[in-house]
């Protein structure tokens, strides 16, 4: 992995506290910074051969994107990324050659 193709700067947040009832039957979530500033990423649209190099053997029902970060042990499947207006949810975390140096993150984008 090249850290020169992290050219993208984004947030990694995770749900704060409890879901609070909006009155509607739905729920307010707050999110927290996982790290206090932007981190370099590499995203890039997830293509089907992407998805089996990157995520074999683990459970994944759908990507549009792969986010690529340094590791960060933090990162779950509760994640989001929030990279300037748009909106990722991780659904599959794979550590780049299992040497806790790279994650690549498996990302659905959330239309608002």
């Given amino acids: 992995m090249n850290p020169g193709t992290l050219r993208h700067r984004i947030v990694i947040e995770n749900p704060a506290g409890t879901p609070v009832a909006d009155g509607d039957g739905g729920f307010t979530q ?6 206090p ?4 990423a590499s995203i890039v649209p997830a293509t089907a051969r992407d998805l089996e190099r ?3 053997g ?4 759908t ?3 792969l986010v690529t970060i340094r590791y960060h042990s933090g990162v779950t499947q509760q994640t989001r990324i ?3 207006t748009r909106l990722f949810s991780v659904t599959g ?13 498996a990302c659905v984008e959330v239309v608002q």
């Fill in 30 to 35: 707050t999110w927290t910074a996982l790290v």
């Fill in 37 to 40: 500033s932007p981190v370099s």
């Fill in 54 to 56: 990157n995520v074999a």
């Fill in 58 to 61: 683990t459970v994944l029902s």
């Fill in 63 to 65: 990507a549009s994107h």
């Fill in 82 to 84: 929030t990279f300037g």
């Fill in 93 to 105: 975390i794979y550590d780049w050659e299992e040497r806790k140096v790279f994650q690549v993150l």
